[in-house]
């Protein structure tokens, strides 16, 4: 029964100095990596008796999960642990680590289901979970509606990488007052995603278009979810104190906005070179960035006509520049570059002011400016 | 920080007499519901920052728990638990109640999360989820597709209640070694009903359609998941030896899937004035159960090529009797009647025989009854 379904963190990570563990580095990537890796091998003894299909379908789960880029939400996890003077070098640090990586399995979840939702067909230049299930549908020749079964696979596999980050959670090894300090933080960090996501889907159905929905969308689906929250989650394991807590939030949640800003002012007016999508993509997307947002408040009726109109349809080139004008000749385009500006500032000036170790200060500070900064 | 986000299992259940608790009766329904109830309540805090849209969306989730039935899974776990020597009048019995009804929450994504894929139009007499959202959606006459919009909010208010499953269980106040026998099982069960639904899509699309696949899919998405890890789970709370587990578990299995083979016959034969669905109807929808697969397997081509074309087609109540009197004539049906009897009887020999408690013995002999000799 009461079978611990994976060795322990520590043992896992014996040939990883913790000690020198940097966000952002390859060594950190690999170090989370081995974490997730090792986990997925845990699960093979459950998912096994259930035959074949199923093992298809975790190993399609472990292959998008370890396809997965920069590990930003462990990072920031790390860093508000190391921030609120969590010992890299103590026997805890491996099962810090661990939690922190169970957060790459809630964006797994995150992605695959926002990839129904938005009919996405690539994702890191594969085919999505989704398209993937109905391409395999069709190989095998099935009966029935490939899309939908595609569909239902995704839906399950994301469950499952919800689910599975919990459980490597519970496997990671913290002790009862970490865990304890953790688990609301997890609570509220879960929660406000999908909520996020929820505000997302209802802003693109024609709910509110205005921008403090814009802003909200932003904070829950990005700001709280990729950086205050993590933050918040290694300071709480670190057991930090209210004063640090508060300022690493204000930090996440306004570097956090500062990033969507960028992304959104990217997604319009990115060099296609540099970010590796078609100009404009956004536009033609249709997407409701705090950026069009700030556009429609400032706009008279025709100008506002203009961009409805355009917005989400399949824009020629030109008709891409012609709403790049309206965006900049309205103002939207220098109001978001100032909120950037001081948003960022305010993030800054929080960590600046705070307990946070300065090894932990310096890091932030990097990273607010790679991520608000950044031309891709 | 570390707030806990909601009063403490023993605060909640003050007013229930937890030692008179019996599943089944409407005072562990009504006991359950408090926990869920209150368990709602105490996310409002996280939920009403992301403004009326969430809240609607958690108030769906919490109306769809609240509407749910018997309460089986919470019923089993709680007899697991006493049948281990779980001790009702002891403080810990509070908090012990508090995760079996976490095992509604998961049901909760299971049953959204199913009825997209199935494209099911109603759930306990109520439009499903994503149906209602659908409706919502034109109601407001907003743009797009409403069908997509009710599906992917289906999809995250499935995911919401996943997630809020597992913080029940952290909320719940179990201590640290409940915890940790608790948490694997947990871990085995959600797992395990993931993948009992990912085989049956895949049978319904043209996999494995021998008896051994359509029991396999019993096991995982019926037995493992009512009975025999609800059963475990509660066990494993009380910290019971590998015998008693290794008992309960044989009989949760068993029991769960001679539940499951007479479902599949009463989704054929049931007196539609009795189980309230149209006669014949799982034929009409072409699932395929046990008692299908026993018959392919005993059909001379004429009759199999009768029950392919037949299955999942819109019958009228002629073609059905056809069926009906194929299967019969086939001892289909007289091979899935000696399977319930069977499994019912290995079921209740094992838990004859084990250390579970006499109340627990009786309780789980009327339960295995009620479950394979019902007509409804």
Known sequence: MGTPLSRSAADVLTSVDLVALTPGTPAFVAAVEQ??????????????????????????????????????????????????????????AASVLTAC??????????????????????????????????DRHRTAGWSGDGEAYG????????????????????????????????????ARMRTEVLGGQLLDINGEAGGDESVEAALRINRYKTAAY???????????????????????????????IAFQLRDDLLGVFG?????????????????????IAEALRRADPESAALIRTGLGTDLDDEAVDRL??????????????????????TGLAAIAHSAATPAAKHLLHDMALAATRRTA
Chains 1, 2 share one sequence.
Do not use: M
């Open 226 to 256: 990729t950086i205050e929250r993590p933050l918040h989650l290694g300071a709480a394991l670190a057991g930090a104190d209210d004063a640090l807590v508060a300022a690493l939030r204000t930090y996440g949640t306004d570097v956090g």
């Open 101 to 134: 990586a169970a957060l790459e399995l809630v964006q797994a979840c995150a992605l695959v289901h926002d990839d129904i939702i938005d009919s996405s067909r690539t994702r890191r230049g594969f085919p999505t979970v989704h398209i993937d299930f109905t």
């Open 151 to 186: 569909s239902a696979v995704a839906i399950l596999i994301g469950d499952l990488a919800l689910a599975w980050a919990d459980d490597l959670v519970n496997a990671a090894g913290l002790d009862t007052a970490s865990f304890a300090r953790f688990a609301p933080v997890w």
């Open 271 to 291: 060099d296609p070179a540099v970010t590796g999508k078609p100009s404009g993509d956004d536009l033609r997307e249709g997407k409701r960035t705090v950026l």
């Open 324 to 345: 790049r004008a309206v965006l900049i000749d309205l103002g939207a385009v220098d109001d978001v570059e100032r909120r950037i500006t001081e948003l960022t500032e």
């Open 35 to 92: 974490v997730l890796t090792e986990f997925f091998a845990s699960r093979r003894e459950i998912v096994e008796p259930l035959g074949p299909v199923f093992v298809d379908a975790a190993e399609a789960l472990e292959q998008f999960v370890v396809r997965g880029g920069k590990r930003t939400r462990p990072g920031f996890a790390w860093t508000g642990w190391l921030g609120a003077g969590g010992d890299p070098s103590a026997p805890e």
